[in-house]
């Protein structure tokens, strides 16, 4: 340093001020760039809610349908297998929640999962395992007849996608109960 | 070394460009004159090997690139046009596909030779973790690659390992559904991942420059660890170095060449000949063998996030072993110990690439996390205490004496 000047210079503001001006470019360069890489209009679009008629499903049988890309298992359960699920001590479960709460009131029978293993996203088989629900054929959770997890690695339930029932036989995917989130 | 003769043009259009740009006498005293140590074995010719390789991936690529067709509905028949239609389509894609393996093959070699003989060591830190870094560089460009096929197995990998980002407590899905550019593994994910994939090679290519750059500086480490003392210790890149390169260099394309020829699909999976079908997943997925050891590391852990930073700190790891090997000798040579750790720790990484093929279940889980613990322990615990505990043999007074009178050195205890 040879000379220090108590008062900041007119330059060195000039220098701060363009210095702060290419800053805040460079981090406004970076939203389009990072943005682009997120699901586009079309791709939002293509995840509208889809219809689903219940009636051809037979109790005891699971069906699975397509919404955003996603599988969604559509589970017709018998009473012995919503008995199974609600037997269980909910407070043994790794990810505890009772059964009521996976299923819309009065539907008891029906259970709507989305169909990828919450371990590493691969589809578990239906009607395997030990629980009687699914097994994943990659790393070997398992989930039960309300499609929560019974046995590791897979760290959570079978996720419930937003979906209400239009009719007694007849139900949206993709769309909540109004009034709810 | 100072006596090096220095690079003198003799015809004028060399003079011309030398007082321009001295690229001539870069390439003689890095490939040529370059003193390089006279005792280097056959385990120092897969640097040269791993080039070619790289070479061959990128000639491959960029032809295969303008017969394929990177959308998912098209993506898997542009694969078949390859194989039935274009001219040597099917030479050129067995040799890609075939290549992805002889490269991981190589490089694993490459690594257990530094690890053998002590190359990370003082001043080699730098050079040995750009090497973790081209490994990693290696393991996105080859995954990138498998799923552009768009097979059952390149679809299922792609959502597999997309969803190891899913672990990430909080942001975890919002990332995965920015690297899928939608709900779920698609079209999307398929253009990124070919964009990326052309790219990564020569980002690769620009690490391999820096990894070469830092081994000119601080000199190729040999058999003995030591460091060459006078000119007898050293020879001359050029013809010593080429002509022992290439020659392995010729050898390894044998074995090539019989995977290209005689069994091209033995190391890939028959599943991906499939077309992706975002529906099922096939009831066995496995990684492609080099990634084998890495995956055994996931599955042994039962908890998503633990397994995931598992994965991560098996790789990661390597970069820290400049300082988690604390012994002062390079050379397994004259550490009798360690050389037995050595190849324990092979055997370990073996068996992990074999229990990675297995299903989880089992014996073969419990065989894999005790597998996976002596991994960790052997970096974390073995190695630095070694350092301290183990009695080396006597070193060598210098490389030239190493060889001319072996029974002073490194067999003598």
Partial sequence: MTTTSAEPTRRD????????????????????????????????????PVEVDLTPIAPGQIIKVFWRGKPIFI???????????????????????????????????????????????????????DYGGWFCPCHGSQ??????VRKAPAPKNLPLPPYRFLTDNKIIIGESEPGRA | MSGQPTYQPKNAIMKWIERRLPIGSLIYSSFVVYPTPRNLNYWWTFGGILTFLLMVQIVTGIVLAMHYTPHVDHAFNSVEHIMRDVNY????????????????????????????????????????????????????????????????????????????????PGVGDAIVTWLWGGYAVGNPTLNRFYALHYLLPFVIAGVVGLHIWALHVVGQNNPTGIEPKSEQDTVPFTPYATIKDLFLMIVFCIVFAW???????????????????????PPHIVPEWYYLPFYAILRAIPDKLLGVLALVASIGILALLPWLDTSRVRSANYRPLYRQFFWIFVLVCIGLGWLGAKPAEGGYV????????????????????????????????????????????????
């Fill in chain 2, 366 to 413: 419990i065989a894999a996390r005790i597998l996976t613990a002596y991994y960790f322990i052997h970096f974390l615990v073995i190695l630095p205490l070694l350092g301290m505990f183990e009695k080396t043999k006597p070193l060598p007074n210098s490389i030239s004496e190493s060889i001319l009178s072996p029974a002073r050195a490194g067999t003598a205890s």
């Fill in chain 2, 259 to 281: 995977f290209v020829f005689y069994m091209p699909n033995y190391l890939g999976h028959p599943d991906n000949y499939i077309p992706a079908n975002p529906a099922v997943t």
């Fill in chain 1, 13 to 48: 503001f000039l220098y701060i001020t363009t210095g702060a001006v290419g800053a805040i470019g460079a981090a406004a360069t970076l939203v389009p760039l990072i943005a682009q890489m997120n699901p586009d209009a079309s791709t939002v679009a293509a995840g509208a």
């Fill in chain 1, 75 to 129: 589970s017709h359960r018998t009473q012995k297998e919503i008995e199974a699920a609600r037997a269980v001590n909910i407070n043994t479960l790794p990810d505890p929640q009772a059964d009521q709460d996976r299923v819309k009131k009065g539907h008891d029978q029906w259970l709507v999962v989305i169909g990828i293993c919450t371990h590493l996203g691969c589809i578990p088989l239906a009607h395997q395992g």
């Fill in chain 1, 143 to 148: 989930y039960d007849t309300s499609g929560r």
């Fill in chain 2, 89 to 168: 389509g099917w030479l050129l894609r067995y040799v890609h596909a075939n290549g992805a393996s002889m490269f991981f093959l190589a490089a694993y070699i490459h690594m257990f030779r530094g690890m053998y003989y002590g190359s990370y060591k003082e001043p080699r830190e730098l050079l040995w973790i750009l090497g973790v870094i081209l490994l990693l560089l290696m393991i996105v460009t080859g995954f990138m690659g498998y799923v552009l096929p768009w097979g059952q197995m390149s679809f299922w990998a792609a959502t597999v390992i997309t969803n190891l980002f899913s672990a990430i």
